[in-house]
């Protein structure tokens, strides 16, 4: 079984589809990974298995999906952040199994979606993601789509860790065993590819901050979703070197760049 890490460096986002039905297999593994549930935070995340067909689910960006998973959580605190980190894990989860997804927030017929799965006045969707097998070749529409976006670009590691403060870069090499569950978080998806999170090592202490570049939105900040990805694969792959992991929320008080905020702290040990 391949580790979280190579799941992670291996998953690109899907945007083309081969049309085939999910297999009875596939379907019910799917349930299996939907019921999981999950985060941090403590805010529940539910999600919904959807026929593209049976609901009129559509979105431009795709080609060939036939299925799609959305979810919804209630507007409390942490909630972009718990969603986050749950619908990346399924994404992940997904892709160890052989199916593609991608995550939507603009590039859906949203009413459709939140219809569906009766998205209440208290309740957000912040995405939804087609699922399904992936087409053996990239649309002309995908491939556009990506280059626009710079989708396989990644900011240097000294750019987005730091050792103790802001000014002080981490490298590779100070990481330490940690070393993957930093590049892990390097490589994960966010939306416009602006990878806002910022992300302190203090001891047994992994700060992570947000560095907004979008604004809010009616969905909320969708760049704390974008933290929530962050945080599962830093999670996944520091559990997977033999650390023990807990999350806490308690602002260290380390001086902070302009429209740089925190988030979380993850704390590990062995």
Not at 38 to 47: A, D, L, R, T, Y
Not at 189 to 211: D, I, M, T
Not at 252 to 257: H, M
């Amino acid at each position: 079984m391949d580790s979280a890490y190579h799941v992670i460096q291996r998953r690109k986002s899907t945007r083309t589809f081969d049309e085939r039905p999910l297999s009875a297999e596939d379907r019910h593994a799917l349930a299996v990974l939907l019921e999981k549930g999950g985060n941090p935070f403590g805010v529940p995340v539910e999600f919904h298995f959807l026929d593209a067909d049976k609901h009129s689910l559509k979105s431009p960006a795709l080609v060939g999906e036939k299925y799609y998973v959305a979810a919804k959580v209630e507007r409390v605190p942490n909630c972009e952040i718990a969603f986050g980190y749950e619908f990346e894990r399924f994404c992940l989860e997904a892709e160890a199994i052989g199916l593609g997804t991608v995550m939507l927030a603009a590039s859906l017929n949203r009413e459709a979606f939140e219809r569906a799965i009766e998205v209440s006045d208290s309740e957000v969707m912040p995405v939804a993601s087609p699922v399904g097998y992936p087409a053996a070749k990239r649309s002309m529409r995908e491939r556009a789509m990506r280059k626009a976006l710079g989708a396989d670009g990644r900011m240097p590691f000294g750019e987005l860790f730091f050792d103790g403060a802001f000014d002080m870069p981490l490298t590779p090499e100070s990481a330490g065993d940690l070393r993957q569950a930093f590049e892990a978080v390097r490589l994960a998806p966010s939306a416009g590819n602006k990878q806002p999170w910022r992300v302190v090592l203090e001891g047994e202490c992994v700060h992570f901050y947000e560095c907004r570049t979008i604004g809010e939105s009616p969905l909320g900040d969708i760049q704390k979703v974008d933290l929530g990805i962050a945080l599962v694969h830093f999670d996944l792959v520091a559990s997977e070197a033999g650390f023990e992991t807990s999350f806490e929320q308690g602002d260290p008080g380390i001086q902070l760049p302009d429209g740089v905020e925190y988030i979380a702290t993850c704390r590990v040990s062995r």
